[in-house]
C-alpha cells in the first residue's frame, strides 16, 4: 500500500479548519433530524457518525483499535462491512440536541489533534474496520479525518441549503493520502480485467499509478517514466467528489473536469466500477 506523503501539520490545519466551518453550519441548524437527501441519515446521525469516527481514530493511535473489533461485522465484502461498522459504532454517540453533538464533536477533535500531534511517524495503528490485519499509519489517519470532515461536512450543508466550498489544495490532501491508501482495500469483486492508470491531479498533482489485476490493485507514485494503459486527467475537487460518490461520471466527464486518452482511454470508465464508493 503506498500513499502520497501529505505533512501531517498542513493536514491538522486543514482538518480544524473544516471542523470550525461544519460547527458554524450547526449551530445555524434549525432541526438536526431532518433528512438527508439521497441518505439514509439525518443531519444528526451523521453528526453522530463524525463524532465516533474521531474517537475511533484516536482510539486506534492510543493502541486501542482492536477493542473496537466488537463493533466490526463478520462480512468479507468491503463496502458492506465498513457500512454496518458505521452503524454499529453509532451507538457510541447517544442521539442529542445540536448544541451537544456541537460540544461533541469539538471534544472529539481536541482528543484526535492530540493524538496525532503526539503520535510517532512509524506507528502501526490497528483499524479492523477496513478488514482483519488492517492497520494504518498515523499520517494515514489524519488523512482519512480530513476526509471524513470535508465530505460530511458537504453533505450536512447540502441538507441545510447552505454553501460549502472545498479548496482546490483539500481534495489534493485527501486525494494523496486517502485515495492512494484505500484504493486497494476497495476493489470490487467483479473485476478480474487487467487494468493500469496513470492518475494525474491537475495544477500541481498528486499523481500516481494504478495497476489491476486479478481483482488485486497496486498503488504508487509515478516514476516519471511507466506508461499505463490509460491516463485520467481529473480537477481535484470533481475527482474527490468523484471518488466520493457526490458527483456522477458522467457529470464530470461532460464538464470536461475529468478527461482520460492514453492506448486505452475507455478504460477510464471502469475505473468507478472498479473502486465504487464506500
Known sequence: MAAVAVG???LLSEIEEYVGRLLTVIDDLDDV????PGFDWTIGETLRHLIAVYTGFAASIYGGGEMLGQYVPDIKDFRQRLANTNLNTMALVAPAPKEELARQLSERFMALRQALAEADPAAIC???WYG???TRTPDMLAGLALGEVTIHGLDIARASHVKWPISPECARMIIGSVFTAMLPSMVSADIAEAMSFDVQIRGGGPRFVVRLANGVAAVAPHDGEEKADCVISGEPVTFLLLGYGRVSQQRAILSGRVLAWGRK???ALSF?????SP
Open 8 to 10: 501531517r501539520s498542513t
Open 272 to 276: 468507478n466500477k472498479a473502486f465504487p
Open 33 to 36: 433530524d431532518r433528512p438527508m
Open 126 to 128: 490497528a483499524t479492523p
Open 132 to 134: 482483519p490485519g488492517q
Open 265 to 267: 482511454p475507455w478504460q
